[in-house]
């Protein structure tokens, strides 16, 4: 998989919007942008992901620059249990069978009350 | 259950025991996954599974790790004569293919320390 780049930490007060950025910039055109989130003591749980149109669930909200290049988390409102571990993941052939995720150090969330 | 469940949640052992650390998907689910993580770093691929054979197995490091999954559902990851730098937590992911666009579930883990 190709890299990202994420910042290490972030906070957000809580109920604000949060946008988590995401820098990709040796992205394929195959490679679709997956985010995940880890809470503490848990195992990694889907957000969201896309190809190269804006998307939407009931979680966030994914931005995908029109290059590729790029791509930024939208939580609309953080709650205090947003507080985790976001990881941005590209996610393509990995040449050796599969299309596994492979996760980077990711952005470690606060949400101050 | 609803989920995927792993067993046990934590396992100490002495160095160079053997360990079996087991994995129970979503039931229909063809794609398996494990990883492990080891403190403040993201989660490390080690094997895929596609029905009962190994896909991919790229990612373990080295001959004392192997897996199996003999009937298409369960799997066991086996780790032959420990060491103390296989301490980690190890996670059990499935899906229902293993395509890119697929959304993994993971377990809770089972945290080995090897003492």
């Known amino acids: 998989d190709a890299k990202t780049t994420q910042p290490n930490s972030m906070e957000s007060n809580e109920e604000e919007p949060v946008h988590l950025p995401c820098n990709h910039s040796t992205i394929s055109g195959t490679d679709y942008i997956h985010w995940y989130r880890q809470l503490p003591s848990q195992g990694p749980e889907y957000v969201i992901h896309?190809?190269?149109s804006n998307v939407n669930n009931r979680m966030a909200s994914l931005a995908i620059a029109e290059d590729r290049k790029s791509s930024t988390l939208i939580l609309h409102r953080a709650t205090l249990r947003d507080a985790a571990v976001y990881y941005c993941?590209?996610?393509?052939?990995?040449?050796?069978?599969?299309?596994?995720?492979?996760f980077g150090k990711g952005t470690k969330l606060s949400v101050i009350p | 259950g609803a989920g995927v469940s792993q067993t046990p949640s934590n396992k100490v052992t002495e160095k160079g025991k053997y360990v079996e650390l087991r994995c129970d998907p979503i039931s229909g689910h063809t794609a398996l996954y494990w990883y492990r993580q080891s403190l403040g770093q993201g989660p490390e691929f080690l094997i895929y599974?596609?029905?009962?054979?190994?896909?991919?197995d790229s990612g373990l490091p080295n001959d004392r790790f192997f897996a199996v999954r003999p009937e298409g559902s369960v799997s066991t990851l086996k780790i032959q004569r420990t060491e103390r730098g296989d301490s980690a937590v190890y996670l059990c992911?499935?899906?229902?293919?293993?395509?890119?666009?697929?959304?993994?579930?993971f377990g809770e883990g089972s945290r080995l320390t090897v003492l």
């Open positions: 896309g190809l190269t």
């Open positions: 992911a499935s899906s229902l293919s293993g395509l890119n666009t697929g959304e993994l579930f």
């Open positions: 993941i590209l996610r393509g052939y990995s040449g050796a069978g599969s299309y596994q995720l492979t």
């Open positions: 599974f596609q029905g009962t054979g190994a896909a991919d």
